[in-house]
């Protein structure tokens, strides 16, 4: 094994662009080979789309760019053109800066004129112009967003967000709202009488965020509101690209109502949705219903039916009926059919109901107070609708449809002057929404009984915090005003739209060479038979989790995107009902591992279930409300049940890929809330079950660890400082300050917390050495982030007591008492942490240190080379649904396995033993 020489540091630094002090490094295989894909900071930028199959029926697609430190002024300028020239209009906009004011992140908006192309070339210049702009006139009671194909007229006070959606001088959708349906009790048998309340939304803030001129974006807030009652508040943004037909939705809310444990009454949801009205001008033979089932599969049919009569009009009228378009005069038809078409029968109602994964139904009716005729079923629908006629209509779809069942469409009263399109995302049809905890307690009532709990369970339960009040959801809708009837080809595109939003991306060579996110990736190398195997491991275990998700049914509104933490191999499962041991939660970081799967790979399959995860990790599991916002929950058998409400879950490391790979508004909310989530230290002690000495949280003395609390806090500081955001000074101050005072601890990370004062931002630095050392500090993106700020600031002592943290805990106890005075204790989890050897070993030239990675990761914890690595098949009776299952896998150990492995090989990677 060779040394790693620090001309070796010094070269990787220059590629990524940094200055010396800027001193991380890629190994040589992984700098030749960004190289050899292309450079970060020389030539174009290739563009591609994530999937094959382009832009498709979306309105548009937002994508994020990095670049390498110093490369480019913040008032750079940028142009996209397709691979054989085309210009396509860009909208630019910085989402992130480096220290020196240069662009780190760029995020870009392109329309419907990308269409048709499968790669571009991002460049610096003059942007082309589009041939339709985006306009925002913002005047009076509402706002006005056109595209240049349709005009949106968006409400700024009452019930109404899109008061009006026309094409042209054709209203094809009208009174665009909220609906929530409340029932205030729950009856466990048969004897209830449920009442119910219709809720409406209620805005009480519309502003407009991005004005074009390819994307607009605008922002309506309010609540829900029922006579003199606003309760459940939501968040919706409404998206708008130049040229486009359609426009996009994100709809988020924030449940702040009151469900007791044990009592069935309550604010429980019914039925919560989104509703337009949509006029119909033409005959109702000409009116057409167009349902999505599985796949691109679709109900197609018309409110008057003239197919499948006794008599015939004819087969063209029959064809072009079924077709969707304008049917000939009825004059010209056989008379035997025009004379009788008021004995027809009109089919005004249509409800698809999707109340489970695995099955959804589909119904008709002629009009409300007469009988539903089954109209077929499937499997998983897939959440896109169409109602209208000749003249124009509305097309409607929601995003993870049976994913995150149970969800419904209806349409009502398509056989009068105007219909009634809801998409719900929870079905008033499925079981009233209930969020109670799951048990009475089990006499836990003092500390050291919950102790003795979490001792049996793993569960940390503590009366009164297993609540869901302030959790949030967030779902994505796209809408079409479409000038006729669409084809069955322009259906199945905007199915397949519905199904997966096309998404531009750019390369892994672009992001490895810019030097974000710590630098602590590489391609996807099988150069030798060991880096084979260990990319051999990681797909194995991403196809695992994914086949899981499958098996295992982990789906629904509240639960999709997570997945279980740990396995019973004696009954085949995994611990879904025990305590601490069910959902995930984030715990030891899968999220990350899963991005820096992706930042290498550029695999679209690891970016949507790394996207899925990002947005239940950042919605389901932090509270947004309340005197615990800005916390999240550990992981349990409910999402919000445990007691430990803490920064390492809401860690704003997790969402940071997402948004600045897409540039998403909603997680750049989430990361913003979490500027000021240092004030919960001040309500809710994180190891008040377990702490012995006296301690009252106190403004200028708050108790906070330098691992797991400390990484959350500076993560959302350092993103908010070069996101340029309103509270940016203050991020600045705070991630400095923090750091400064870390580093002069007498036994800087290992000293284990200090004293917080929330007025300067800084710890109080201790007069005594303590030795403080947890397995969890570090794997809650420690390593990660402190990658981040060594090669952001120039602060050598902070490094240095960074360096010393991570050649000290894979030490033996011998050399941990030579350094510190006393050894660390019992640890575990010593595989995940060779990646801080790893990078200990390529900040110090230390060849000792680059083998001990190895070591550690090949010879200590976590998964072995001796492990079976492969599934085995169960079925009937021993589990309910076939499939398979590694009853070794756990997802601690895959989480830092996987980081360990990516990072090991992009660090030490040319230095694995023979």
Not at 8 to 32: C, I, M, P, R, Y
Not at 341 to 346: A, E, K, N, S
Not at 359 to 371: I, M, N, P, V
């Given at each position: 094994?060779?040394?790693?020489?620090?001309?070796?540091?010094?070269?990787?630094?220059?590629?990524?662009?940094?200055?010396?002090?800027?001193?991380?490094?890629?190994?040589?295989?992984?700098?030749?080979?960004?190289?050899?894909?292309?450079?970060?900071?020389?030539?174009?930028?290739?563009?591609?789309?994530?999937?094959e199959e382009g832009l498709g029926a979306s309105p548009g697609s937002t994508f994020g760019v990095p670049w390498a430190k110093g490369r480019y002024p913040a008032d750079q300028k940028f142009a996209l053109a397709t691979a054989d020239g085309k210009d396509i209009p860009v909208q630019t906009w910085a989402t992130a800066k480096w220290p020196d004011g240069s662009l780190k992140w760029t995020a870009h908006a392109v329309g419907p004129e990308a269409g048709g192309a499968k790669k571009f070339t991002l460049t610096?210049?003059?942007?082309?112009?589009?041939?339709?702009?985006?306009?925002?006139?913002?005047?009076?009671?509402?706002?006005?967003?056109?595209?240049?194909?349709?005009?949106?007229?968006?409400?700024?006070?009452?019930?109404?967000?899109?008061?009006?959606?026309?094409?042209?001088?054709?209203?094809?959708?009208?009174?665009?709202?909220?609906?929530?349906?409340?029932?205030?009790?729950?009856?466990?048998?048969?004897?209830?009488?449920?009442?119910?309340?219709?809720?409406?939304?209620?805005?009480?803030?519309?502003?407009?965020?991005?004005?074009?001129?390819?994307?607009?974006?605008?922002?309506?807030?309010?609540?829900?509101?029922?006579?003199?009652?606003?309760?459940?508040?939501?968040?919706?943004?409404?998206?708008?690209?130049?040229?486009?037909?359609?426009?996009?939705?994100?709809?988020?809310?924030?449940?702040?109502?009151?469900?007791?444990?044990?009592?069935?009454?309550?604010?429980?949801?019914?039925?919560?949705?989104?509703?337009?009205?949509?006029?119909?001008?033409?005959?109702?033979?000409?009116?057409?219903?167009?349902?999505?089932?599985?796949?691109?599969?679709?109900?197609?049919?018309?409110?008057?039916?003239?197919?499948?009569?006794?008599?015939?009009?004819?087969?063209?009228?029959?064809?072009?009926?079924?077709?969707?378009?304008?049917?000939?005069?009825?004059?010209?038809?056989?008379?035997?059919?025009?004379?009788?078409?008021?004995?027809?029968?009109?089919?005004?109602?249509?409800?698809?109901?999707?109340?489970?994964?695995?099955?959804?139904?589909?119904?008709?009716?002629?009009?409300?107070?007469?009988?539903?005729?089954?109209?077929?079923?499937?499997?998983?629908?897939?959440?896109?609708?169409?109602?209208?006629?000749?003249?124009?209509?509305?097309?409607?779809?929601?995003?993870?449809?049976?994913?995150?069942?149970?969800?419904?469409?209806?349409?009502?009263?398509?056989?009068?002057?105007?219909?009634?399109?809801?998409?719900?995302?929870?079905?008033?049809?499925?079981?009233?929404?209930?969020?109670?905890?799951?048990?009475?307690?089990?006499?836990?009532?003092?500390?050291?009984?919950?102790?003795?709990?979490?001792?049996?369970?793993?569960?940390?339960?503590?009366?009164?915090?297993?609540?869901?009040?302030?959790?949030?959801?967030?779902?994505?809708?796209?809408?079409?005003?479409?000038?006729?009837?669409?084809?069955?080809?322009?259906?199945?595109?905007?199915?397949?739209?519905?199904?997966?939003?096309?998404?531009?991306?750019?390369?892994?060579?672009?992001?490895?060479?810019?030097?974000?996110?710590?630098?602590?990736?590489?391609?996807?190398?099988?150069?030798?038979?060991?880096?084979?195997?260990?990319?051999?491991?990681?797909?194995?275990?991403?196809?695992?989790?994914?086949?899981?998700?499958?098996?295992?049914?982990?789906?629904?509104?509240?639960?999709?995107?997570?997945?279980?933490?740990?396995?019973?191999?004696?009954?085949?499962?995994?611990?879904?009902?025990?305590?601490?041991?069910?959902?995930?939660?984030?715990?030891?970081?899968?999220?990350?591992?899963?991005?820096?799967?992706?930042?290498?790979?550029?695999?679209?399959?690891?970016?949507?279930?790394?996207?899925?995860?990002?947005?239940?990790?950042?919605?389901?599991?932090?509270?947004?409300?309340?005197?615990?916002?800005?916390?999240?929950?550990?992981?349990?058998?409910?999402?919000?049940?445990?007691?430990?409400?803490?920064?390492?879950?809401?860690?704003?490391?997790?969402?940071?890929?997402?948004?600045?790979?897409?540039?998403?508004?909603?997680?750049?909310?989430?990361?913003?809330?979490?500027?000021?989530?240092?004030?919960?230290?001040?309500?809710?002690?994180?190891?008040?079950?377990?702490?012995?000495?006296?301690?009252?949280?106190?403004?200028?003395?708050?108790?906070?660890?330098?691992?797991?609390?400390?990484?959350?806090?500076?993560?959302?500081?350092?993103?908010?400082?070069?996101?340029?955001?309103?509270?940016?000074?203050?991020?600045?101050?705070?991630?400095?300050?923090?750091?400064?005072?870390?580093?002069?601890?007498?036994?800087?990370?290992?000293?284990?917390?200090?004293?917080?004062?929330?007025?300067?931002?800084?710890?109080?630095?201790?007069?005594?050495?303590?030795?403080?050392?947890?397995?969890?500090?570090?794997?809650?993106?420690?390593?990660?982030?402190?990658?981040?700020?060594?090669?952001?600031?120039?602060?050598?002592?902070?490094?240095?007591?960074?360096?010393?943290?991570?050649?000290?805990?894979?030490?033996?106890?011998?050399?941990?008492?030579?350094?510190?005075?006393?050894?660390?204790?019992?640890?575990?989890?010593?595989?995940?942490?060779?990646?801080?050897?790893?990078?200990?070993?390529?900040?110090?030239?230390?060849?000792?240190?680059?083998?001990?990675?190895?070591?550690?990761?090949?010879?200590?914890?976590?998964?072995?080379?001796?492990?079976?690595?492969?599934?085995?098949?169960?079925?009937?009776?021993?589990?309910?649904?076939?499939?398979?299952?590694?009853?070794?896998?756990?997802?601690?150990?895959?989480?830092?396995?996987?980081?360990?492995?990516?990072?090991?090989?992009?660090?030490?990677?040319?230095?694995?033993?023979?």
């Open positions: 094994m060779s040394p790693i020489p620090r001309r070796t540091v010094l070269k990787a630094a220059a590629v990524a662009g940094a200055a010396t002090t800027f001193s991380w490094a890629l190994n040589d295989t992984a700098q030749q080979a960004a190289a050899a894909t292309g450079k970060a900071d020389e030539g174009p930028v290739e563009i591609n789309w994530l999937e610096t210049g003059e942007p082309a112009t589009a041939a339709h702009k985006v306009t925002v006139k913002n005047s009076g009671g509402s706002i006005t967003v056109s595209t240049g194909v349709i005009t949106a007229k968006i409400g700024k006070t009452g019930s109404s967000l899109v008061t009006s959606l026309t094409r042209g001088s054709t209203e094809i959708a009208k009174n665009g709202r909220l609906v929530l349906i409340r029932q205030g009790e729950i009856e466990d048998g048969d004897q209830g009488q449920e009442k119910y309340e219709r809720f409406e939304s209620a805005i009480s803030k519309t502003e407009v965020e991005q004005s074009g001129p390819v994307r607009a974006v605008v922002r309506i807030d309010g609540k829900h509101r029922h006579g003199n009652r606003s309760w459940l508040p939501f968040s919706v943004r409404l998206y708008f690209y130049a040229g486009a037909e359609s426009f996009r939705m994100m709809h988020t809310i924030t449940f702040d109502g009151t469900q007791e444990p044990g009592k069935a009454s309550g604010d429980f949801i019914r039925g919560l949705g989104v509703r337009f009205t949509v006029p119909m001008r033409d005959e109702t033979y000409d009116r057409h219903i167009r349902i999505g089932g599985d796949e691109t599969g679709m109900l197609r049919e018309a409110v008057k039916g003239i197919t499948g009569l006794r008599r015939d009009p004819g087969a063209a009228v029959q064809a072009a009926q079924f077709e969707g378009t304008k049917l000939p005069d009825p004059t010209t038809w056989d008379q035997r059919v025009t004379t009788r078409l008021p004995l027809i029968p009109t089919w005004g109602d249509y409800t698809l109901s999707q109340l489970s994964a695995d099955g959804f139904s589909l119904r008709k009716r002629t009009k409300k107070g007469h009988g539903w005729i089954a109209a077929g079923g499937g499997r998983r629908a897939s959440g896109f609708g169409y109602v209208g006629g000749a003249s124009g209509g509305l097309s409607f779809g929601l995003r993870d449809f049976w994913e995150k069942f149970p969800a419904q469409l209806d349409i009502r009263g398509a056989d009068t002057d105007a219909a009634e399109v809801t998409l719900w995302l929870w079905s008033p049809e499925a079981e009233p929404m209930d969020l109670r905890f799951y048990h009475d307690g089990l006499g836990q009532d003092t500390f050291a009984e919950q102790l003795e709990g979490l001792n049996i369970t793993y569960e940390d339960y503590e009366p009164g915090f297993g609540t869901p009040y302030g959790i949030a959801r967030t779902s994505e809708l796209v809408f079409w005003a479409n000038d006729s009837t669409p084809s069955a080809e322009a259906l199945a595109q905007q199915t397949r739209t519905v199904r997966t939003l096309p998404q531009l991306v750019a390369p892994p060579s672009q992001l490895i060479g810019a030097g974000v996110f710590g630098g602590l990736f590489s391609p996807v190398d099988r150069s030798t038979p060991a880096k084979a195997k260990i990319e051999d491991h990681l797909d194995f275990l991403f196809t695992y989790y994914k086949d899981q998700v499958e098996m295992r049914r982990w789906y629904g509104f509240w639960d999709y995107g997570d997945i279980m933490h740990s396995y019973d191999p004696a009954r085949h499962q995994w611990r879904y009902d025990v305590g601490g041991y069910a959902w995930d939660n984030s715990e030891l970081s899968p999220d990350l591992w899963l991005w820096y799967a992706y930042l290498r790979s550029g695999r679209a399959d690891i970016f949507r279930f790394a996207e899925a995860m990002t947005r239940h990790t950042g919605e389901v599991d932090v509270y947004h409300l309340g005197d615990w916002a800005g916390l999240g929950t550990r992981h349990g058998v409910q999402h919000y049940a445990d007691s430990a409400k803490q920064q390492r879950i809401a860690n704003t490391t997790y969402r940071r890929f997402y948004y600045f790979l897409t540039a998403d508004e909603r997680v750049g909310d989430l990361m913003r809330a979490n500027v000021d989530s240092d004030e919960t230290f001040l309500g809710l002690d994180p190891l008040r079950k377990i702490r012995t000495e006296p301690y009252t949280p106190d403004r200028h003395a708050l108790s906070v660890g330098f691992g797991t609390d400390w990484s959350g806090l500076v993560s959302a500081w350092l993103t908010e400082w070069e996101r340029g955001g309103p509270q940016a000074e203050k991020a600045k101050a705070r991630v400095l300050g923090t750091m400064e005072t870390i580093a002069a601890q007498p036994n800087g990370f290992v000293q284990g917390s200090g004293l917080y004062d929330l007025d300067t931002g800084k710890f109080a630095v201790a007069t005594e050495p303590v030795v403080s050392v947890s397995h969890l500090s570090g794997v809650f993106g420690l390593n990660e982030l402190c990658a981040e700020l060594i090669g952001l600031i120039d602060m050598p002592k902070f490094k240095e007591a960074y360096l010393d943290y991570c050649r000290y805990f894979n030490a033996s106890k011998t050399e941990q008492a030579a350094r510190y005075g006393s050894n660390f204790g019992s640890l575990l989890l010593f595989q995940g942490h060779s990646r801080m050897d790893a990078y200990a070993a390529v900040q110090t030239g230390d060849e000792k240190l680059a083998a001990r990675a190895w070591e550690k990761f090949y010879n200590s914890d976590g998964y072995k080379e001796s492990a079976p690595w492969k599934t085995e098949k169960v079925s009937g009776p021993v589990t309910t649904v076939p499939g398979s299952e590694a009853n070794w896998v756990y997802t601690n150990d895959t989480a830092l396995y996987g980081l360990a492995a990516i990072e090991n090989l992009a660090l030490v990677g040319d230095h694995m033993p023979a």
